[in-house]
Nanobody
Framework: QVQLVESGGGLVQAGGSLRLSCAAS????????LGWFRQAPEKEREFVAEIRWSGGSTRYGDSVKGRFTVSRDNAKNTVYLQLDSLKPEDTAVYYC????????????WGQGTQVTVSS
């Protein structure tokens, strides 16, 4: 059973930085896609970034390009999301997710970690 546990959220001032971590367990993740999503109150869930476990190719949502960086540490089975130049509109619960090979969509989700950016 795949488990994803996020950490690293918190309260930060606008312009500041945070690093989120997602510890993945339950199997080897070769061929998986690991992603980050966020959801603010009364808004739909938004794609933030993703990284392919094998090869490390990445993709970002338009609202975070140039400010956020996704990376992974294969040895630690951990995916990171570096959040820089944070804005109040980045405030949301951030979720880690995993898509198994050939899955049509993300099929494993973490519980989320809160990021709050004050102005």
């Amino acid at each position: 059973q795949v488990q994803l546990v996020e950490s690293g959220g918190g309260l930060v001032q606008a312009g500041g930085s945070l690093r989120l971590s997602c510890a993945a367990s339950g199997r080897t993740f070769s061929g998986y896609l690991l992603g980050w999503f966020r959801q603010a109150p009364e808004k739909e869930r938004e794609f933030v970034a993703e990284i392919r476990w094998s090869g490390g190719s990445t993709r970002y949502g338009d609202s975070v390009k140039g400010r956020f960086t996704v990376s992974r540490d294969n040895a630690k089975n951990t995916v990171y999301l570096q959040l820089d130049s944070l804005k109040p509109e980045d405030t949301a619960v951030y979720y880690c997710a995993a898509a198994s090979p050939y899955a049509a969509r993300y099929n494993y989700w973490g519980q989320g970690t809160q990021v709050t950016v004050s102005s």
